[in-house]
């Protein structure tokens, strides 16, 4: 990790609105306008290809902030439920990360603003993984997930790992299919997902889903039923909530900034070399 502390902000010119809604217990709904067409299925493995377009293999380790990739949530919130507004000055390049924060400051009709990046192109079968460190603080989401759904003209389908910091010794992972909820569990995380830097990822094939925490299988999904089927776009997110209490416990106002900080994310489409010494494709065999 580079040791310069020096905060670069991020000036983008995306001017693409996007809203999601978050779900009681784990709900989320985005409605987002203008979004791009399907990328070329180039790069998936040929068996696969006519199955679920996706955009090529990457890596971003964040040494620059790649608008050609992202895009930074803006000036809405996604529902009465959250109690901040995406706000473009909450994403920024920070000690060799990409960091996401959450602070106190009034907006129309928020109290609080935090951060959320998301990819303009789809990704469909193959692996998944993001190494990111978080805070902590009751009532707190730090999430790195994928996700499709209506305002797309596609289902909403949805892979998640979410990071309730009101406990950060567990990440929770699920899935949305077609908006239904499956496969929730609570994983363990050694050590705690604020101590340091821990390796998140999902392999994610025709007939099975698999999650790792630090190379470590911790769910694996193999229903058909359960499965999701469409292309989907990568999220970052910090976002907090006053409402969903069950879930994510009682909100309190932290009295600070909190920040959520992402050294790496990859995406390696089935049947590709893996990009990266520790990546998930490099040791884990994925389907033909």
């Not at 309730?164 to 010794?169: E, H, M, N, R, Y």
């Not at 970052?236 to 069950?246: N, V």
């Not at 995406?267 to 990546?279: D, H, K, N, R």
């Amino acid at each position: 990790m580079n040791a310069d502390p020096k905060t670069i902000s991020i000036v983008v010119a995306d001017a693409t609105p996007s809203m999601r809604s978050n779900r009681q217990g784990s709900l989320w709904q985005l409605c987002m306008a203008g979004a791009l067409l399907l990328a070329a299925a180039a790069t998936v493995h040929p068996a696969h290809a006519q199955d679920l377009p996706s955009a090529p293999s990457f890596v971003d380790d964040f040494t620059k902030f790649d608008q050609s990739r992202w895009y930074i949530s803006d000036g809405w919130s996604n529902g009465p439920h959250q109690n901040c507004t995406w706000s473009k000055s909450l994403v920024s390049l920070s000690d060799g990360a990409l960091t996401l924060g959450f602070e106190k400051r009034q907006t129309k009709d928020r109290a609080f603003a935090c951060g959320e990046i998301q990819t303009k192109k789809r990704y469909g079968y193959g692996t998944y993984e993001a190494r990111m460190k978080t805070d902590t603080g009751s009532g707190l989401n730090a999430a790195f997930f994928s996700y499709i759904g209506p305002q797309d003209k596609q289902p909403w389908d949805e892979i998640d790992f979410e990071v309730l910091t009101k406990d950060t010794s567990k990440v929770q992972v699920n899935t949305y299919i077609s908006g239904k909820p499956k496969n929730e569990k609570l994983a363990d995380v050694e050590g705690g997902t604020d101590k340091g830097f821990n390796d998140y990822g999902f392999v994610w094939e025709k007939e099975r889903l698999r999650f790792y925490v630090n190379g470590k299988l911790v769910q694996e999904v193999t229903n058909p039923a359960e499965l999701p089927t469409h292309s989907q776009k990568i999220f970052f997110s910090l976002w907090g909530s006053e409402k969903l209490t069950s879930w994510m416990g009682p909100f309190s106002d932290p009295g600070r900034k909190v920040t959520m900080q992402v050294e790496r994310v990859a995406f390696t489409a089935l049947g590709q070399p893996c990009q990266f010494p520790e990546s998930l494709a490099c040791s884990i065999s994925n389907s033909n």
